[in-house]
Each structure stands twice: as structure tokens, then as C-alpha cells.
């Protein structure tokens, strides 16, 4: 490992851990048994001397050209280490800046500091790389990247007592908890620590449902940074980003491998300070599904399949939705909609359920896998669900279909509403075009009417008769300023107002 050292001082990164055997006195070993211990234990080493190279076992008479090898290999990750050091109080405060430069594939990373010294010696001879400390400990920090994107990662503590500042070295590595395969590592002395070129604020908080509460698995990321800053949420559904302050900031949070929809905001983040950012998410206001009959589907042009199809409104108010089908075709491109159903209504809670619901396949559909996907939403401008599942259509004619026709599902459409109702509007919060959907059980003059905080009214969007039904209105806000708005709908008797939010 000398030889190592002195042919790359500045691009190897050195550790040299003590053990307790053949004797627990060891010096360098009794400065700080719990991380000589841990290490060591936790590389499984059972017999010295042993060495490893990024993270692997290896020969002491491999070393120099493991190394040389190691050194060829483009690493996903740049390190870079800012912090300053009081030499009063022995305080490091340290900035780590890990950027990601190419794929990073592991989900178990561990940010590890090592504080190690040179200049002792032991039997008489003189020892470098000596571990003296590990910060916070010898576990590491669990740290989450993902391509694209850096983190900034903040400590302080103080120097052990008996560690030569002057001598010592900070050594930062991300290494895979897994295999104990290190993507990354940089080091600095304690003493040329330089500070990092501007100051940092946080952002934290928490990611839970909007209606029970419950802590979320989330993963939020900054939309206006490149590289962007990442974070996860830990089980109790907290979250803390460290970001560059004195700005503005879009946070988006999402919710993988679930229905919940992704939400985001914009705050600031004062100098040297941290602001505090709690979302609560939500599931679609209305939910598609559908479950083939008998999969795989397979269909003979001409043919059809079967599906058990449902439309459930998630809410405790009555809501409208638009419902269709597309298609991904063989040769990946897209086709439709096939079938469009507009202006479902749905009460409060309500579970549409059709058990035989039938698609037909026309004879000209050419063979191969098709994707057979219902989304629903406000259609053709935006989705809040989709479902999709698979069906191949067969080289054999057996069927006469002449068109993509769907029958027994949606069989409410065209009824008339029995009542006068105004809906929640869709996006909300929204930038800066939102829907508004009505219903009116007859004809008659109708207005509808937006007002800001203050109760002045800002535009009117429908001021005459309307025939009986259900309506959707979109309004663009481009114009108006970030805030609170309401918005009024007034036939005969009935008026009706609901609160919207306009965020830009």
C-alpha cells in the first residue's frame, strides 16, 4: 500500500483499519474500537493483514495494479469537499457536493467520512492512513441519487482529541451497501478545507395522504436545476433537501408505483435559511379500471374480447369526467380514441361496475400486440387516471367487426341531470387554465362568474341561455396574478359558488 500511496498521493484515497488480534492493545485500534470494529466486521475480515480495493479483497502483491485497473474506469459520481476548520474549537464544518455524472443503478448507498492521520508510527515504524474516526459513525449516511442529479450534504463535528489537524485527512466515499463496491472517493487535509462558494438553506417537511394522513413514500426533486436535487422520505413520511438559498425553488413530489397524483410548489428559500414544505397528496378524483377476461387476450381479426370495466369517483362530491380508449398499435405508435364517452357523472362515491363489457376487434386490425389503454379526465386536454392491459390480434379471420365499436359499459350516456350542481375544478391548484364542469337539468339563462379575494369580479365566462345538460368551461388565467379566486354559477334559483387556487 506504501507503493500505492507514493505513485498516486492525490488519486487514491487510503485506509488503514486496526483490529484487536493477536492483541486488543493495539493503540490504533484502542483510539476507537467501535469504527476499527465495525469496518472490520462488517467486511467480513477475519485474517490480517487483508486488503480490499474498491470495496473487493485483494492481495497485498495485487494492489498497485488493482488500483492502476480501478483508476481507467470512469466513475458515475464527482465528489467535491468544501468546510472550514476552527482550530480553537477543533470544529470541521463540511459541505459535500456529489454530482452525478452518469447511471448510478444501486438503491443503497452510504455516504461515509473518514478522518485519518499520517505521521505516527507504532513498533518503530511509521504509519499513515491510520483511521482515527468515522462521522457520524461507521454505518455511514443512507443517501438516495439517481441520474442527473447532485446532492449537497452538511456536517459538523468536532476533531477527536489526540488527532494532529495537520496530519489528517478527510476521506469521503459513496459506496454500494451491497456489494461494497465504492462508485466514489475524494479526500482533503483538515487544514486546506476551502469554504464552499455560497450559502446553502434547506428545505424539509413532510408527504402524507390528504385524507387519512398517513405517511407516504415519496420522492420529491427540484424541476428548475440542472443537475436537479433529489430526495426520498423516510418512513414516517419526512423529507430535508439541501439546496443553494436566496431563491426560488419548484419542487415536485410524486408518489411511485401508486395512483396518487404528483403534486408540486414554489418556494424561496431565504439565505442561510430553511423553510418548511409539507404535501398532501391525493388520490384521482375518479379512477379507471379493467380486468381482462381470461389473459392473455388473445383475437382473431374480426373478432372481440370481453373485460370487467369500472369508473369510481374517489370523492365525497359529486364529479364529472370524460372517459376513452386508446390504442398502442404493433409498430408503437398510437390510435384514437376508439371510444369516447363524455360528461360521466358520478355521485359522491359512486363504483360504475359493467362485468361484460365488450370490445370489438374490425377484420382489417393487422396482427400483432396491441396496447389497450382507458384513461379518464377532460378530454383531449388533460388525464388524471389510466389503465391499460395487453391483447394480441392473431393472423387467422374469424369474426366480421367492421370497427372498433365498445358496447356495455358507460350506459348513463346522455341521461339529462336531475339537479343543478357545479364541480370542483380540474386542475386545482392550477397554471394557468383550469375546467369547470356543470350541470343544469333544463334550458334556461345561465352565468357563470369569477371573482377574486376581495369580491370583485374578474371575468365572466358564461352570461346567456343554455340547453339542458352537462357543460365544460375552461378559463386561462394567464393574465391574472398567483391567488385565490371563486367562482359563481347562477341559473334560476339556484346559486352555487367554489374556491379555486391559480398558482404560477
Not at 379500471?289 to 369517483?313: C, E, K, S
Request: hydrophobic share 35%; glycine share 8%; proline share 7%.
Amino acid at each position: 500500500m506504501d507503493d500505492v500511496m507514493a505513485a498516486y498521493p492525490d488519486e487514491v484515497a487510503g485506509i488503514r483499519v486496526h483490529v484487536w488480534w493477536p492483541s486488543s492493545s493495539d493503540p490504533f485500534y484502542q483510539f476507537n474500537t467501535a469504527d476499527n470494529r465495525g469496518r472490520t466486521q462488517w467486511y467480513g475480515v477475519s485474517g490480517v493483514p487483508a486488503g480490499f480495493v474498491d470495496g473487493s479483497s485483494c492481495s497485498y502483491s495485487s494492489f498497485m495494479s488493482r488500483v492502476q485497473s480501478q483508476l481507467n474506469d470512469d466513475s458515475p459520481l464527482d465528489i467535491n469537499i468544501y468546510g472550514d476548520f476552527n482550530s480553537n474549537t477543533r470544529q470541521v464544518s463540511l459541505v459535500i457536493n456529489v454530482v452525478v455524472t452518469g447511471t448510478v443503478d444501486s438503491d443503497n448507498l452510504k455516504l461515509h467520512i473518514a478522518v485519518t492521520e499520517d505521521g505516527l508510527s507504532y513498533g518503530g515504524h511509521d504509519e499513515n492512513q491510520i483511521l482515527r474516526d468515522m462521522v457520524p459513525d461507521h454505518q455511514g449516511q443512507s443517501i438516495m441519487l439517481v441520474d442527473n442529479s447532485e446532492g449537497f450534504y452538511t456536517r459538523d463535528f468536532n476533531l477527536m482529541s489526540g488527532i494532529n489537524e495537520n496530519n489528517a485527512y478527510l476521506n469521503i466515499i459513496v459506496q454500494d451497501a451491497d456489494n461494497k463496491e465504492i462508485l466514489q472517493a475524494n479526500k482533503v487535509m483538515v487544514t486546506d478545507l476551502t469554504p464552499y462558494p455560497g450559502t446553502l438553506g434547506e428545505i424539509y417537511g413532510n408527504v402524507h395522504d390528504s385524507r387519512t394522513g398517513a405517511p407516504l413514500d415519496a420522492e420529491l426533486f427540484i424541476v428548475n436545476r440542472t443537475p436537479t436535487i433529489f430526495a426520498v422520505t423516510n418512513g414516517s413520511g419526512d423529507y430535508s433537501m439541501t439546496v443553494p438559498d436566496d431563491a426560488y425553488w419548484g419542487i415536485k413530489c410524486e408518489v411511485p408505483n401508486s395512483n396518487y397524483l404528483p403534486d408540486s410548489a414554489l418556494v424561496y428559500v431565504p439565505t442561510g435559511g430553511s423553510v418548511e414544505l409539507d404535501f398532501e397528496m391525493s388520490l384521482p378524483p375518479v379512477m379507471v379500471g379493467m380486468i381482462p377476461y381470461n389473459p392473455p387476450v388473445m383475437v382473431p381479426p374480426g373478432g372481440f374480447f370481453r373485460f370487467i370495466g369500472t369508473l369510481t369517483n374517489q370523492t365525497d362530491e359529486n364529479q364529472v369526467t370524460d372517459l376513452w380508449v386508446m390504442l398502442q398499435l404493433p409498430d408503437q405508435s398510437y390510435y384514437g380514441p376508439i371510444t369516447y364517452f363524455p360528461n360521466i357523472p358520478l355521485a359522491p362515491n359512486q363504483q360504475i361496475t359493467q362485468f361484460s363489457v365488450r370490445q370489438d376487434i374490425p377484420y382489417f386490425a393487422p396482427p400483432g400486440t396491441y396496447e389497450y389503454i382507458a384513461l379518464v379526465g377532460d378530454y383531449p386536454y388533460s388525464f388524471y387516471h389510466f389503465t391499460s392491459f395487453e391483447f394480441t390480434v392473431t393472423s387467422q379471420l374469424m369474426g366480421e367487426a367492421d370497427e372498433w365499436k365498445l358496447s356495455n359499459w358507460i350506459g348513463a350516456e346522455g341521461e339529462l341531470p336531475s339537479e343543478v350542481s357545479l364541480f370542483n375544478n380540474y386542475p386545482n391548484p392550477f397554471n394557468a387554465q383550469t375546467t369547470i364542469k356543470f350541470d343544469i337539468p333544463e334550458s334556461g339563462n345561465v352565468s357563470l362568474k369569477v371573482y377574486n379575494i376581495s369580491g370583485q369580479e374578474v371575468e365572466t365566462l358564461v352570461d346567456g341561455k343554455m340547453d339542458a345538460g352537462q357543460h365544460s368551461i375552461s378559463w386561462d388565467a394567464s393574465n391574472y396574478a398567483s391567488g385565490v379566486y371563486f367562482y359563481k354559477l347562477q341559473t334560476g334559483d339556484n346559486v352555487i359558488t367554489k374556491k379555486m387556487n391559480l398558482l404560477k
